[in-house]
């Protein structure tokens, strides 16, 4: 197990910390995550309106354009927001102005738009030119990222090449930044205007039908659910936060797969993408990476005392999905004996739920609720009011009290013995 370990910290680790540092990948992490907030309020009114009681949904039904608007005003253009927030950690990360960059960003992706002469459904009244909103929510978050990077990347070498309008000293720096960011921004804005709209490439459609294999294979296939949760174990176990390194990888995909769910259930169908982060939050990770709670409660009926110190301490924290405090101080990483079922317990609960899911026996998630809401209840929430996802949380919690049990009573005993022998002596 140390050969293991010691592969894991030589091998894995080093090339796994960098790319999580890398400065692209930070960014498109740091950009995704501030729009979390918008995407939880806007799949809260999807769920008021599709809450499962009967007397709700029809007493709301004249409602219902109107309680969809936050949700059209959030999820709908998650990828402005996103290109505005990646642009701005971008240029942060160079020690160029953040608000050029966010503007810039912004401004390039939105040209890979064609605003059309719009019409009232209703009324019929004319509109004058309208945006299309198909591309500006998950459906264009693979283009704002690459057009993020264009037009940071323009701004950078501008700045550092002094092909910039440089004002005097005297000039405040807010107005000076601004002159700075017009010779960038006329090459981004004019490269990808001359692409999308003098040589007629539709750049979202193109790198959707690049992208659809990939987003396909991660959201629906048994490996693209088991693979993130493999490396994050692996990765905790040897003492490195999984989630952030993995998913600074892989959560732009599974954000485009959630919005793909939300709007399905919006537009009254069901939802049909499993592996949504919502699949690893509600689901494998209860009380934590590792699905730590049973491992909190196994903890305080050791006979070992600092172990039942532990688990007590942990216990509050892990019920609201905080195990920190029960992986450095079991500890977890680096120890042998329980990071063999820290990782195998998840890959099992991670099998069950995707075959339940596959099967259409709990629904997929399509809400977006805070990550400190303890399982059962998120799970509920999450997937539209699916009791049995309560009951899926519930046989997944019971798995990881049987897979733990051994391994918690052999380091229990070994920890007891050396708590006599300090006695002893």
Known sequence: MNKFFSWIENKMLPPMAKLAEQKHLRAVRDGIISTMPLIMIGSFFVLLVNFPIPAWTEFIQPYVPSIMLPYRITVGLMALYASYGMGYSLAKSYELDGVSGGSLALGTFLMTMTPVIGTAAESGEELGWVLPMNFLGGGGMFTAILTMILAVEILRFCKEKNVTIKLP??????????FEAIIPGMISLTLIWFVCHILKFNINEAIMKVFEPVVDIAGNTYLGVLIPVLLICLLWSAGVHGVSVIGSIVRPLWLVLLEQNITEVANGGVAQNIGTEGFFDLFIWIGGSGGTLALCILFMMSKSTYMKQIGKLSLIP??????????FGAPIVLNPILAIPFVVAPVVT???????????FVAKVSVVTPFAIPAPIKAYLSTNGDWRAIILVMINLAIYFIIYYPFVKAYDKKMYAEEMAQEAN
């Open 169 to 178: 000293e005297q000039v405040p720096d807010s107005v000076a930044r601004s």
């Open 350 to 360: 991670t099998t069950i739920t995707y075959v339940v899911m596959k099967l259409d």
């Open 318 to 327: 892990g019920i609201f999905n905080i195990n920190e405090p029960i992986m």
